[in-house]
């Protein structure tokens, strides 16, 4: 009897938002070469829902064009994606239509996750220098960590539990929240509530994976912001961008697919709410039923 030959690995395909920034876009298509030459055999390809090349579609034809008929969809978010979470998943359906016996198991994003909270203390380590030395240093600074904004609640729930999670037993005087867009408060007013919390030194913190132009309009609007209030030390820090974690997390989010029963569609989408959200992943085949 003649052993059948193993099913091959599913190809991994990363999706981002896209932005308009040029450099925020080849941030991102930088992060998807990397990942493939740290994992050599196996595809890797990224594309944006929309704004920047290379479009999704195209992402998924050049997989396709390699022989891929399964692979693993991992979007680059830090928590759900809101309302693009629908347009990607619709993306990928007609990506499937266009590509018959292609199919895909849906992953969680990298984010929350207690690697990407080391790098954030890292970024702000970094920005602070020399200058926070000790636990009393650290308690007269107050860090505002600004989201993406979304209209789903529990998207900008997850940036409210990541801030409490930085602030725990790391010394600051406080970790608050903003939003850059869609959502209260936005970066002006969380920088005044840390001010009348008794802020003087700020550290305003982008939670992005990647640099674009809503971390480039944080800047803009928190460098406004001090310019008018000379009294209070704003600093600002840096995207999580290319750590070494978040490679180590989207290869562990990958590892947690499912390898298996690629022409079932279950009709799973990602579990929300408790402990265990996203645990549950999509399975979806061009195979309709």
Same mark, same amino acid.
């Given at each position: 009897?003649?052993?059948?030959? #193993?099913? =091959?690995? *599913? %190809? /991994? @395909?990363? &999706?981002?938002?896209?932005?308009? !920034?040029?450099?925020?876009?080849? +941030?991102? $298509? ?79 994003? #990298?984010? =929350?996750? *207690? %690697? /990407? @909270?080391? &790098?954030?203390?890292?970024?702000? !380590?970094?920005?602070?220098?020399? +200058?926070? $030395? ?156």
């Amino acid at each position: 009897m003649t052993t059948p030959a #193993p099913t =091959p690995a *599913p %190809a /991994l @395909l990363l &999706v981002g938002h896209g932005t308009r !920034d040029d450099a925020g876009a080849e +941030a991102f $298509r930088d992060f998807v070469r990397e990942l493939g030459r740290r994992n050599p055999g196996l595809p890797v390809a990224g594309g944006f829902i929309g704004l920047s090349p290379p479009s999704l579609g195209d992402a998924v034809a050049g997989l396709a064009a390699q022989g891929v008929r399964r692979f693993a969809a991992v979007p680059m978010t830090l928590g759900p994606a809101g309302p693009a979470e629908g347009e990607l998943t619709a993306g990928l359906a007609r990506e499937l239509a266009r590509h018959p016996g292609t199919s895909y198991t849906y992953g969680r994003p #990298p984010g =929350p996750d *207690p %690697a /990407l @909270l080391a &790098v954030l203390e890292r970024r702000l !380590d970094e920005t602070l220098g020399g +200058a926070v $030395r000790t636990p009393r240093d650290r308690a007269e600074v107050t860090v505002l960590l600004v989201g993406r904004g979304s209209t789903d609640p529990a998207a900008n729930a997850e940036v409210h539990r990541a801030a409490r999670l930085l602030w725990e037993g790391s010394g600051y005087a406080g970790v608050e929240t903003a939003f850059v867009s869609l959502a209260a408060p936005d970066v002006p007013s969380g920088l005044e509530r840390c001010v009348k919390l008794g802020a003087r030194r700020i550290v305003v913190l982008p939670y992005f994976l990647f640099t674009g132009t809503l971390p480039e309009r944080i800047r803009q609007q928190s460098e406004g912001w001090a310019t008018a209030r000379p009294e209070v030390e704003v600093l600002r820090a840096d995207v999580i961008g290319p750590a070494p974690e978040l490679f180590g997390l989207v290869m562990e989010r990958y590892r947690e697919t499912p390898a298996g029963d690629e022409g079932r569609d279950h009709g799973h989408r990602p579990h929300e709410g408790g402990p265990d959200r996203g645990l549950r992943l999509d399975r979806v085949s061009s195979h309709a039923h």
